[in-house]
């Protein structure tokens, strides 16, 4: 995980609290959080590169649509990263 950039990794994160998720629902909910539009040109290489590490696997859906899930190394860092962030950032924190 140490080597993916914020983006890959809401990626992941994004990827993980949805159930076979196309790229465009990812799209949306990234869109949602960051406020403004994420192009296509941005989306789908870095999603092609978590695949590429072995964090993704990528589906087909039909023709047009691929899907996404989370490859059990993929849960695993980011479990191990939820960790990580724990050792830091106590579970009182009040923000």
């Known amino acids: 995980m140490y080597d993916l950039t914020g983006f890959q990794r809401d990626l992941l ?3 993980a609290g949805l159930e076979e998720p196309h790229g465009l629902a990812i799209k949306e909910e990234l869109e949602a959080y960051y406020e403004k539009e994420i192009h296509h040109g941005r989306l789908y290489p870095n999603l092609d590169t978590l695949v590429e590490k072995g964090l993704v696997d990528k589906g087909q859906r039909d023709r047009r649509t691929n ?7 993929g849960r695993r860092e980011i479990k191990a990263r939820d960790e990580w962030e724990a050792e ?7 923000a």
């Open 13 to 15: 994160y994004v990827i």
């Open 67 to 73: 899907y996404y899930t989370l490859t059990r190394r």
């Open 88 to 94: 830091y950032i106590p579970e009182d924190f009040d």
